[in-house]
């Protein structure tokens, strides 16, 4: 008796949301009874629309309407209102949310297998958020509101992710981007997928506004295998390295003391042990097919007449020394010697000038 007094008295018919997660409200009347003239408050990011006897009539968007005949005409070719009334009539009013709702999240439960071109076959998992807005009200109102009071997004969350799931390894394969390049490519993938799931949500009269792709990670196994390529990759020369790590369990080994770090000195020395003893092995047979090869002679230049001549070898100037070219006068240089200087005060030279006299002492 009280909602049907207050019900005489209400002529606003207007919705103020104190929720987050609404998409559609009725609003509460006696036996739905509206008085004609009533005042409609359809604020922003709001619709109202009026449902008599299960069908539905008129839509409204934002604004301020005074619920007359004219005003409603859908409504009046249902009722039969061919010259208008005063007296109060019968409709479910409903307002719908139609702002973005940003609390939506997803993840893959399974892994997804792809083919990636480097890898292969490779498992990943992915999770992040999007948004929902409502694009048509009455197509919300059929398809998935219904006669539902309060409709709230969770009652088609759950239906939401595994749209979104479903989408998901499809846009991945059809992608063609590197698992390793994934990261960097996570704006296009979003958008790819936005796309995909805004089409299959527009027969709901739900539009996705944004979608987003926190992560993209690869199975436990497959990133540790990761890092220790990029460990390998990083360390560079494996047999020093392991001979630094050897030093560094040796210098642990003598701080601590005690058995388990004298099994641990011990482990180490073993393993510099069978280190030099590969190093000692695989050197050995290299040095027994092959001989090192023969010291090279020293290259020299000499001063002849006047130019530089050379380089020569020893043999070559035991033939200049045998011509007479090259004497204990002639000017010779080769590289790590400080300046030219004659051949008969470089000891390197004796054995070539031996056979060659000294110049005659003045008569």
Same mark, same amino acid.
């Given at each position: ?18 929720? +987050?997660?609404?998409m559609?409200w ?29 069908? &539905?009539?008129?839509v409204?968007?934002?604004? !301020? /309407?005074? &619920? ?6 859908? &409504?009046s ?7 208008? #009334? ?10 719908v949310?139609?702002?973005?709702f ?5 993840g893959?439960k ?8 480097? #890898? ?9 958020? /999007?948004?929902?807005?409502v ?5 919300l109102?059929?398809? $998935? ?17 595994? @749209? ?17 390049d994934? $990261? ?9 997928l936005? %796309? ?9 009269? &739900? ?7 926190s ?14 390529? !990029? ?12 001979q ?7 210098e642990?080994?003598?701080?601590h ?6 099994g641990? %000195?011990?482990?180490?020395?073993? $393993? ?5 003893a ?8 290299? *040095? ?8 090279s002679?020293?290259?020299? /230049? ?17 033939? @200049?020394?045998?011509?007479?070219e090259? !004497? ?5 240089w ?6 030219? +200087? *004659? ?6 030279l004796?054995?070539?000038? %031996? ?9």
């Amino acid at each position: 008796m009280f909602s049907k007094l207050r019900g005489e008295f209400v002529d606003i018919v207007e919705w103020l949301d104190d929720s +987050r997660d609404t998409m559609v409200w009725r609003f509460p009347r006696y036996d739905n009874e509206i008085k004609m003239g009533a005042r409609l408050v359809v604020r922003e990011s709001q619709t109202a629309a009026f449902v008599n006897e299960g069908r &539905l009539a008129d839509v409204f968007g934002p604004g !301020t /309407y005074t &619920l007359e005949t004219q005003n409603l005409p859908i &409504l009046s070719t249902l009722k039969g209102w061919r010259h208008g #009334f005063n007296s109060p009539f019968k409709a479910e009013v409903y307002f719908v949310n139609s702002r973005q709702f940003t609390d939506f999240k997803w993840g893959t439960k399974n892994p997804v297998m792809v083919r990636d071109p480097e #890898f292969g076959p490779v498992r990943i998992r992915a999770f992040g958020a /999007y948004s929902v807005r409502v694009t048509d009200p009455a197509k919300l109102l059929r398809e $998935a509101a219904g006669t539902d009071g309060r409709f709230r997004t969770e009652e088609i969350e759950s239906w939401l992710r595994e @749209k979104v799931v479903a989408a998901f390894a499809p846009a991945i394969a059809s992608s063609g981007i590197p698992v390793l390049d994934m $990261a960097v490519h996570q704006d296009q993938i979003g958008e790819q997928l936005r %796309g995909t799931v805004a089409r299959q949500l527009s027969s709901l009269g &739900l539009d996705v506004p944004a979608f987003t792709i926190s992560n993209i990670s690869l199975p436990k196994e497959v990133e540790e295998a990761l890092d220790k390529r !990029t460990s390998i990759g990083v360390v560079g020369d494996l047999n020093q390295y392991t001979q630094f790590q050897a030093a560094n369990a040796l210098e642990e080994s003598a701080g601590h003391g005690g058995g388990a770090a004298d099994g641990l %000195g011990l482990g180490a020395g073993m $393993a510099v042990g069978q280190q030099m003893a590969q190093n000692m092995n695989s050197s050995q047979p290299a *040095a027994a097919a092959a001989p090192p090869p023969l010291p090279s002679t020293g290259q020299w /230049y000499l001063g002849i007449g006047g130019s530089q001549a050379g380089p020569f070898d020893e043999q070559a100037l035991r033939q @200049k020394a045998a011509s007479g070219e090259l !004497t204990r006068e002639t000017l010779a240089w080769r590289a790590g010697q400080d300046g030219w +200087r *004659a051949a008969g005060e470089i000891p390197e030279l004796a054995s070539v000038l %031996g056979a060659v006299p000294p110049p005659l002492p003045p008569q």
